[in-house]
């Protein structure tokens, strides 16, 4: 008798408790911890980053975890690196993003231009899942600049 294939959704948790106010704590399946929190002027006490903060904060992780990956099996030496973003909202609720520049400072002896427009682009186009969905919804465009 043969097996019957069955696909298993990759599944990602997250479960948040609310800590008065407008403050949370996120723990998420892996363990770790997000605090959110909002402004004082909208009510909270700026004790946590924003949600779409947190937003920006993981497109630049999953593209930074890429490009360290891609560059690393091209071999090349990557002594550090900074990724900035910056976020455009709508001006009407629910002020969704509409367009992230995204800015990487990587300090390497022998990276070359040509490589880090070649990973970024495979992070864009085929492995981060966060550029995926945000791309849906928002122009994101990127510079970058290799210190020697």
Known sequence: MKGIYVKIPKLVDAELSWNKGL???AKTGSGNKLVFDAAVEHGGQNQGARPMEAVLAALGGCIGMDLVT???RKRRT???????LHGERASNPPQVLEAVNIMFDLWSPDVEDEEVRWAVDL???KYCSVAAMLEKSCRLSYKWAIHK
């Open 78 to 84: 990557i002594d550090d690196l900074t990724i900035t």
């Open 70 to 72: 891609i560059l690393g």
């Open 123 to 125: 992070s864009l186009e």
């Open 23 to 25: 403050k949370f704590t």
